[in-house]
Structure formats: structure tokens, C-alpha cells
């Protein structure tokens, strides 16, 4: 069932378990007269609450009676009335033992309430002590609720007050203002919640997002109305969002109590160590998002369990170790960002097994290896990017296969031979992206191409008339490879052009004229090149032209216009070419004379 915002979320309904709510009692404690004033009865109806002061020693009590089965009401009554008991003769003993047995289990009485109570008795004093109000109800809720966090748990660090188990788990006894029983339906769901609260440092978190109404002056909410997660129309949280929110620490395994989960968004913080083995159990997954974390480890092969995920991002982390090949089996995945990590091993083939994914991201790695012929297979994929690695040999030209792929970069590796033409040429092809490798023969291109950057290779061959074609290629960037030849007059008709980059190559012949037709041109490197003659004059009507470097050919009279036009960078020959007005210049040893190049 589609899920619907907590914010109109019914009222609470176990509240009918709170019918009686428990009153403020007042603790006024003598340190001078315990006999006095220690404990306290007060009538409710049928009801008889007993209140004694407490201290480390009775606290260990009341946890040790809960873990060895025994009533704590009874355990901490005795403690407290042991010097007198100790007067009593072993006869008197059992009479009186039996009498508070009958006490803790027979009377009916409020429920248990924590309360700091400040002593009236001595004057000026400013110690307080700390007292428990005793009853069956409020214990039985105490125990039931300890029962269901024991068997839930696979440790005992809920029993550590410091953990982030402990914290929530006084907090859901004592502090939670909603008071929920053990019969609340989703009360594993609200203390998970609260142990990602402490585990994250809720406090220090950029935005308060009410989580445990803790805030001072806040009221008591279901969890389903703390910012950032949705529930379900059955009041199920289903989302958890806590998106670049100043959160440090580490992902709880008590994140596996939130089963009903369809989506975890935990980007842009400061979290550290692993990903628990429990975050695999949440099957229902669709979106995992912790990108933009300190986040280690590896996946574990048990994220083939999460056979409803759709997204998987969990770019920029200091994950590493191979990709687990059951990522393979996830038929529903649609994209995967695992860029900027420390992921190992070969290509992982195995993504050609999803069939549905559209973008796939595993740039800035440490993989290596050929490129598998087999990612052919898949026809609905738009984007593929594997950029900063070491991958090795040629590209398959089984790829053409992508039929809807738009962009590809495969920038930063060591791969090498002639590109396959067929995939620049598929029907919505824009984005070439392989500089930086070892490429040589003709320069691919297309009809549809919007950004080439083949620049780091050794294209040897020259730029064919065809390039004409590319009306809406706005960025060509191929400096540094070995194409030769002149500069065709139909690269006038790149009407789009925007950075025109051609430095360190051959390219021989003057600069065509056809290149003032340029309008929309921001960018034109053609230096260290083999060009001669003129510099055209048009060139100083390009309306947007901010940069224009052509030192290091064989050009002469710049023209005296292009003082007349506010560049950021004019760059050239000054030796050959008269330019009062450049911002560089270079002389015969190939070093700068004037300006910063």
C-alpha cells in the first residue's frame, strides 16, 4: 500500500493503555529521619503505592530481581527494611517475608513513576534523592517491555546504560512522554528509532527533528510524526530520512527491527565503521542511500537478499575489498553509484545480469582488467561510468548493443586500440567522455554528440569534413593527441560550440575564417600546434569569446582589433606577432616572457 506522511497520523492507539495515568508525586526526603518520611502510602481507589529513596545499590537490585526472574518490589522493600528486619527473630522473619509477598503481588497499585524529589527537612540543602514509586502494574509494564528488547536482541548492550542500546532503552522505560506497554504495536520500530537517535548523536545533529520528543517543552508524538520518517497508512515507518544533518557515529544492528523499510537515506554525514550484517535482512528495500559518509568495510554477499532494491548509492566512502557478484541477482536495480570508493577485482561482469539498470557508476576505484563483450546485454542503459581505474585492453564492440545509451566515461585507464564508432553513433548518443588512455585512429563522433573528450590519447588521424554534422556538440576537447591535418572549414557549422580545445596536436594549415561564425564561444586552444599565415580578424566579433590561445605555431599579424575586446587570456608568439595586448607570451625556448600562461 502506498505510504502516506506521518504527519496525519491518527492518535496513539494504545493510548487506552495509559487510562490511569500515573500523578506527579512529590519525594521530600529526610536524610536525618528515614523512618519518618521514607515510605509513603497514598489510596487511589483500591490502589497502594509504596515509595522508598533510592540509590546506586537498590537500582542494582531492581536489575538483578528482573534478570534472575524475581519482583523487584519485593527485592528493593527488603533491602530497605533489612536493619530492621535484622532485629526480628527467624520465627518473625517468614511472617513478615510473606507479608510483603502478599504485598508486591496480591495489591493492586498505580504504575511505577521516577521521580527527583528535593528534601525539605534540612535547610539550605540542595541534595537530591531520587525515588521510585513501587507498584505491580508499573513493574509488569517495566518487565514485559525488558522481555521484548531481550528476545529481540542478539546482546545485552541494551543493559549498558552508556551504549546507544542503553540510552534508548532507559529512555523508552523513563523518559518516553508517550509512556507506550508492551503492547504498543510497533514498539521495537520506536526504540530502534531512538538507538539510531543516540548512536547518531542525536544531540549534535544540525536540525532537531523531534526524534523522542525530547526537546524541552515538546510534546509526546508517535514516531511516525518525527521529521524524516514516513509511515504507512497502518502506522509502519517505511522511510527514514536523515540527509547531511551533522549525524557521526555508526549504523546500529537494531536498524533490522524497522523491517517494513523501503527506503534509507543517511547521505552527507560523518558516519563511520561497517555496514551491520542486519541491514541486509530489511528485504523490502528499495533505496539505500549513504553517500558522502566515512563508511568501511565491504558489502556482503547478503546484499542479494534485497531482491526489492531499486537504488543502490553509496558513492564516496572508503569502502573496498571485490563487489559481491550477487549484486547480480537484484533483477529490480535500477541505478548504482559506488563511485569514489576502494573497490577491487575486475570488472564486475556481472552487472550485465540487470537487465533493468539505467545508470551504473564505479568511477574513481582500483579495478583492473578487460572490459567484459556481455555488458552489451544491456539495452536500457543510459549512463556508464568507470573513470580512475586501471581497466586494460580494447572496447568490445558487442557495446554497440547499449541501443539507449546517451553518455559514457571511460576517462583515466589504460585502455587502447581504435574506439568502436558504433557507439557514438547509437540514435540518443550525447556524451563521449575517454581522455587519458591509449585510443588511437580515427576520432569518433556523431550526429548527436553534445561533449567529446578524447583529449591524452593518440588520435593520428585528421578531422574529417563530416565533423560539420555535430550541431549541438558543445564541448570538443582533444588536446594533446597526434591529429593532423588542417582545420576543416565546416567546423564553422558548430553553431553550439562552446570550448573548442585542439592544443598539442599536428593540425597544420591556417585557421579558417569559418570559425567566426562561432557565437556561442567561450574557449579556442589551438596552441602548440603547426598552424601558419594570418590570425583571422573575425575572430574579434565572437561576442562571448573569453580566452584565445595560439602561441606556439607559425602565425603572424594579430589583429590590431583584438585589443579592442575584453579577453581574460590572449596568448601567442610575441616574437612573430605583434600584441600589445597580450596577457602572455611566449619566446623561442618554449618558455613564457611575459605574463602567466
Avoid at 523513563?174 to 539510531?196: C, F, G, Q, W
Amino acid at each position: 500500500m502506498e505510504s502516506v506522511n506521518a504527519a496525519a497520523t491518527p492518535e496513539n492507539p494504545n493510548e487506552a493503555d495509559h487510562s490511569t495515568p500515573s500523578e506527579d508525586v512529590e519525594g521530600e526526603v529526610s536524610p536525618s529521619s528515614p523512618s519518618s518520611d521514607a515510605v509513603a502510602s497514598e489510596n487511589q481507589g483500591f490502589g497502594v503505592a509504596v515509595a522508598v529513596p533510592l540509590n546506586d545499590n537498590s537500582n542494582q537490585l531492581i536489575y538483578e530481581a528482573r534478570e534472575q526472574g524475581d519482583d523487584p518490589c519485593c527485592a528493593v522493600a527488603i533491602w530497605w527494611l533489612k536493619p530492621f528486619l535484622n532485629r526480628i527473630t527467624k520465627r518473625n522473619w517468614k511472617w513478615v517475608l510473606l507479608f510483603f509477598v502478599l504485598l508486591c503481588t496480591v495489591i493492586i497499585v498505580p504504575p511505577v513513576v521516577f521521580r527527583k524529589g528535593r528534601s525539605s527537612n534540612v535547610p539550605n540543602e540542595s541534595t537530591e534523592t531520587e525515588v521510585i514509586v513501587l507498584s505491580l502494574s508499573g513493574l509488569e509494564r517495566v518487565e514485559n517491555i525488558t522481555n521484548i528488547i531481550a528476545k529481540a536482541s542478539k546482546n545485552e548492550l541494551y543493559k549498558d546504560t552508556t551504549s546507544s542500546q542503553g540510552k534508548a532503552f532507559l529512555w523508552l522505560l523513563n523518559e518516553d512522554k508517550l509512556e507506550v506497554s508492551s503492547s504498543y504495536p510497533t514498539l521495537l520500530h520506536r526504540y530502534a528509532l531512538m538507538v539510531i537517535y543516540y548512536a547518531f548523536n542525536g544531540d549534535l545533529w544540525t536540525e532537531d527533528l523531534g526524534y523522542g520528543s525530547i526537546s524541552v517543552g515538546s510534546n509526546a508524538t508517535h514516531e511516525c510524526d518525527w521529521k524524516g520518517i514516513t509511515c504507512s497508512e497502518s502506522l509502519v515507518p517505511i522511510k527514514t530520512n536523515i540527509p547531511s544533518n551533522g549525524a557521526l557515529g555508526t549504523i546500529p544492528e537494531e536498524i533490522a527491527y524497522l523491517s517494513d523499510l523501503q527506503e534509507i537515506n543517511f547521505s552527507q554525514n560523518s558516519l563511520e565503521g561497517s555496514i551491520p550484517e542486519s541491514f541486509y535482512s530489511l528485504t523490502k528495500l528499495n533505496k539505500i542511500d549513504l553517500h558522502g559518509n566515512l563508511i568501511q568495510g565491504t558489502l556482503s554477499s547478503r546484499i542479494g537478499q534485497l531482491q526489492s532494491l531499486r537504488r543502490l548509492l553509496i558513492r564516496t566512502n572508503h569502502l573496498n575489498g571485490t563487489l559481491p557478484s550477487e549484486i547480480g541477482t537484484l533483477k529490480n536495480l535500477t541505478v548504482v553509484r559506488l563511485y569514489s570508493n576502494r573497490f577491487s577485482g575486475n570488472f564486475p561482469d556481472f552487472f550485465a545480469n540487470n537487465s533493468n539498470l539505467i545508470i551504473l557508476n564505479f568511477g574513481e576505484n582500483e579495478m583492473s582488467g578487460p572490459l567484459p563483450p556481455s555488458m552489451g546485454n544491456l539495452k536500457k542503459l543510459l549512463n556508464l561510468y568507470f573513470y580512475y581505474n586501471d581497466f586494460t585492453g580494447t572496447v568490445p564492440s558487442e557495446w554497440d548493443g547499449m541501443t539507449s545509451l546517451k553518455r559514457v566515461g571511460f576517462w583515466n585507464n589504460k585502455l587502447s586500440g581504435v574506439f568502436p564508432r558504433g557507439i557514438p553513433e547509437l540514435p540518443e548518443f550525447v556524451d563521449l567522455s575517454i581522455g587519458r588512455n591509449n585510443f588511437w585512429g580515427p576520432i569518433p563522433f556523431s550526429s548527436t554528440l553534445e561533449e567529446l573528450w578524447i583529449y591524452g590519447n593518440n588520435f593520428n588521424e585528421s578531422i574529417p569534413p563530416d565533423f560539420g554534422i555535430m550541431k549541438s556538440l558543445k564541448i570538443f576537447s582533444a588536446w594533446n593527441n597526434s591529429i593532423q591535418g588542417p582545420i576543416p572549414e565546416e567546423m564553422g557549422n558548430l553553431t553550439s560550440l562552446i570550448t573548442l580545445e585542439l592544443s598539442d596536436n599536428k593540425l597544420s594549415g591556417s585557421i579558417p575564417e569559418s570559425l567566426g561564425k562561432l557565437g556561442r564561444l567561450i574557449t579556442m586552444n589551438l596552441s602548440r600546434n603547426k598552424l601558419t599565415g594570418d590570425i583571422p580578424s573575425i575572430l574579434t566579433s565572437l561576442p562571448v569569446l573569453n580566452e584565445l590561445s595560439l602561441y606556439k605555431n607559425n602565425l603572424t599579424n594579430m589583429p590590431i582589433e583584438i585589443c579592442n575586446v575584453s579577453l581574460n587570456v590572449i596568448s601567442s608568439d610575441c616574437a612573430e606577432v605583434n600584441c600589445t595586448c597580450c596577457t602572455c607570451c611566449y619566446g623561442e625556448d618554449d618558455t613564457p616572457t611575459f605574463g602567466e600562461c
